[in-house]
């Protein structure tokens, strides 16, 4: 009985032995006191190597820590090959900024990049381009480098982007490559909406992607879905100025792999060159899109709500008369309503060769300056139910 008892007694003090123990276990490393310079000016791309390569030498969960301030970067990779931990933090309270000279990176593809890394999270903080002398050369017809990235995952897992505010990207804001589990919430992007080539978040060649709670403001799309994506779910995100949310530009290549199970929900666009597109190049594919949801959507003087454009092809280049290899079925549009800024509201323009199947349209209600809109339909099939302006041409 008091053996027992004893035992009773050391349990307490067991459990704050190791609730100790891990609490020292855990390390953070702050690039300030590695090096770092706050003032913007000075590159501080070597400090916050050392801390990477740090965090990844540990085998325990490690942060590393921006504090406030402006802590200029030059293109900058943090590799994933070697490092031993997979639970490092990046928390920024801080501002990471690009060289002002977009000759600098603007011909390296992106600026921050992660590698094969697993288990890396980046809360809060703010990334800024300083993309706006770039843009001014493309838009001016000069010859300028093509921009880059600002941050770019790559060959990844188990990722998590949280509370990040994107300003100004050089060319895309966030690129998720060939990942698999990655989070996204409570991103802010902005950039103006005639600033060329900024997509605010690109996804391609990934699996279990989500994106919530984002608020985007860019020169082309706000979010592009490219080749090779399956389980993406997106929800609760504010569009505008922007291109919209497009899956595509697909059926390039003529191996390429298809697009699935996407959900894309209560989401607001506001004056936006789209709404939900789904685009595919007039070209020979084996690509294929198929089991997309989009549900509890309003539009606010959008050009072209809904559409599905498989005619793809700028100036007639790479492509002219062709026809589009991707096959289009299981599309869902559920529960979208709102004002088209054209008189064509609703544009299903699919393949000759393959025509789109199975779309459905359910309570949808868009008007044109307080008119009907109109619907057009090409090679397309479906059903329609509920409410549906305006009336459907399936």
């Not at 070597?46 to 921006?66: D, E, G, H, R």
């Not at 996204?184 to 005639?194: D, E, F, H, R, S």
Request: hydrophobic content about 35%.
């Amino acid at each position: 009985m008091v053996k027992q008892n004893s035992f009773i007694f050391l349990l307490p003090l067991l459990f704050i032995f190791f609730f100790k123990s891990s609490l020292a276990a855990s390390i953070t490393y702050n690039v300030v006191s590695l090096g770092a310079k706050a003032d913007g000016k000075s590159d501080s791309s070597k400090a916050f190597l050392s801390a990477w390569a740090a965090a990844c030498a540990s085998a325990n969960p490690a942060t590393i820590y921006v504090p406030n301030g402006r802590f200029l970067l030059g293109s900058i990779t943090f590799a994933g090959q070697t490092c031993k931990n997979t639970r490092i933090t990046f928390r920024l309270d801080g501002t990471l900024v690009a060289p002002s000279n977009y000759n600098v990176i603007g011909n390296s593809g992106n600026w921050i990049t992660f590698q094969r890394v697993t288990g890396v999270s980046v809360l809060g903080g703010t990334l800024d381009g300083q993309g706006t002398n770039l843009w001014s050369c493309k838009n001016s017809g000069k010859n300028c480098p093509n921009g880059a990235t600002s941050l770019g995952f790559y060959n990844s897992n188990n990722i998590v982007v949280d509370g990040l505010t994107s300003l100004n990207s050089q060319m895309f804001h966030i690129i998720i490559y060939a990942c698999r589990n990655a989070k996204l919430q409570g991103t802010k992007i902005m950039a103006a909406g005639n600033s060329p080539n900024t997509d605010g978040i690109h996804v391609q060649l990934s699996t279990g992607v989500t994106i919530l709670n984002s608020r985007i403001s860019t020169g082309d799309d706000c979010i592009s879905i490219g080749p090779g994506n399956s389980n993406l779910w997106i929800e609760n995100v504010a569009c505008g100025p922007g291109h919209g949310i497009s899956i595509g530009s697909l059926g390039w290549d003529l191996q390429e792999p298809g697009v699935q199970n996407v959900t894309v929900k209560t989401v607001t666009f506001k004056g936006t060159q789209n709404g939900v597109r789904i685009k595919s190049w007039a070209r020979a594919s084996n690509g294929f899109v198929k089991s997309v949801l989009f549900q509890h959507l309003v539009m606010v003087n959008v050009q072209n709500p809904v559409i599905i454009d498989q005619n793809y092809c700028p100036d007639n280049k790479n492509c002219p008369g062709q026809v589009s290899g991707v096959k289009i079925s299981d599309v869902m549009y559920q529960d979208i309503h709102g004002t088209s800024a054209t008189a064509v509201a609703m544009n299903f323009d699919c393949s000759k060769k393959y025509p789109c199947s199975n779309i459905k349209l359910v309570d949808v209600n868009l008007s044109y300056k307080d008119q009907t809109a109109q619907a057009s339909c090409s090679n397309v099939g479906g059903t329609s139910s509920g409410v549906v302006n305006p009336s459907s041409c399936l």
